[in-house]
């Protein structure tokens, strides 16, 4: 790592995991994926991010990603909030019931540093748990 990088530490993420693959029948591509979450979607938000769950049948929790420019800025800040976001997702996909899942990046996110990031999805997914545990 070099000096002055502020990727999360090894305590916050491991980044040696490998035993949690993200295979990419975990992630949401088409738009009609998205619109179906958006249309019927349970709601979770804060100053960093919207989150959007609806269940599925396909029986693994899955990702779906929307990260504005307008919102968040240049590509490189839009690429560290993508990478954050996946791989917690990534950390905490056994504990996620089977639903699909959208992230929307809000302003907030910009110029959060990781850690607040981590802290707010691990916070979003606990609410995830949470509402999907009647589903």
Known sequence: M????SWPHSSIIDLQATAR????????KAKSEFDRVYRDARRSADGSFAIFTRSNDGGIPR?????AARVIGNAVRRNRIKRLVRE?????QHELPAVDIVVNA???????DNASIV??????WRTVIRQCASC
């Open 63 to 67: 990702l779906g990603l929307s990260v």
């Open 88 to 92: 917690s997702f990534r950390q905490h």
């Open 106 to 112: 809000r302003s907030g996110a910009r110029d959060a």
């Open 2 to 5: 070099k000096p002055g990088s």
């Open 21 to 28: 693959p993200f295979k990419p029948a975990q992630r949401l």
């Open 119 to 124: 802290r707010s999805l691990e916070k979003h």
